[in-house]
């Protein structure tokens, strides 16, 4: 197992990221919604910062059900984890060559091991999927084992 | 016809939402997606700024397309309108009364006629909907139309 951290939340810890790297290598095409079109590379990095606040933001309200902070609410749970779901796929074309140079609390190992970055976000894309069907069994067990 | 702008973008112009009063005064429960639950007001308005940005950008991704300076590409354009609709709706828990003092580009308004606001975010998500529904026409016209 190995772990990578996606850190571009601002005001917010690094989200660690664990990502099976026994996952068979296949060629990860980036799910590229409505395709890259930033105007400049600052674009491209406010771009992810704000998507993953949006995904840190209803993360923690998925953790704070599964850490009994606040009561567990089914139809929450099922709205939060599509929320992160959906807007976790939106950053990958933000993470361009191009924004490498931007100050932003992202890593360089996203450039220099891109593949391992690739393979990280592709685990986070999958492992938020695999968080909407386990809020959708409205068993917070499930749920927090997804989580 | 009425104009509320919704100015919270930080680095981009107000984004104006015509807004037709013409709707019959129905009680608009706005969609609380995952129930509001931010640590603190400024939170909130950070929370409403990342998403206003995210919509900004896809919306923007649009308007390339709509106004001719990108081709029309079917795909990109329905991914573009559904990720304004859904994300559009999520900014509206994030305009609580404990949030109005709190330095940001949203106008005075949004609180002192939040009947008004309510209304114009309402047909904001309505027609980020419709926009949808024309883009899933793959006819560019109709697409325009409802730009």
């Known amino acids: ?3 990578i951290e996606i850190s571009s939340i601002p005001g917010q810890k ?16 980036m799910a590229s919604p409505a395709s890259a079109q930033f105007a400049k590379p600052e674009k ?11 995904v840190g933001e209803h993360f923690s309200r998925l953790g704070a059900m599964v850490n009994g902070r606040v009561p ?3 139809k929450a749970a ?15 074309p933000a993470f361009g060559p ?3 140079k931007i100050t932003s609390r992202a890593k360089p ?9 690739n393979e990280g976000y592709k ?7 695999k968080m909407v069907a386990a809020a959708k069994t409205n068993d917070p067990d499930k749920l927090k084992v997804a989580f």
Chains 1, 2 share one sequence.
């Open 14 to 29: 690094p989200m660690k990221i664990t990502a099976s790297l026994a996952i068979a290598a296949t060629i990860f095409v």
């Open 44 to 54: 491209a990095v406010e771009y992810r910062q704000s998507a993953m606040f949006s």
């Open 109 to 117: 190992e996203v450039w220099t091991q891109q593949a391992k970055f």
């Open 123 to 129: 685990q986070l894309v999958s492992d938020a999927e």
């Open 72 to 74: 567990f609410d089914a």
């Open 1 to 3: 197992m190995s772990c």
């Open 78 to 92: 099922i709205e939060n984890a599509e929320i992160v779901a959906m807007i976790s796929k939106l950053p990958a």
């Open 98 to 100: 191009d924004t490498e």
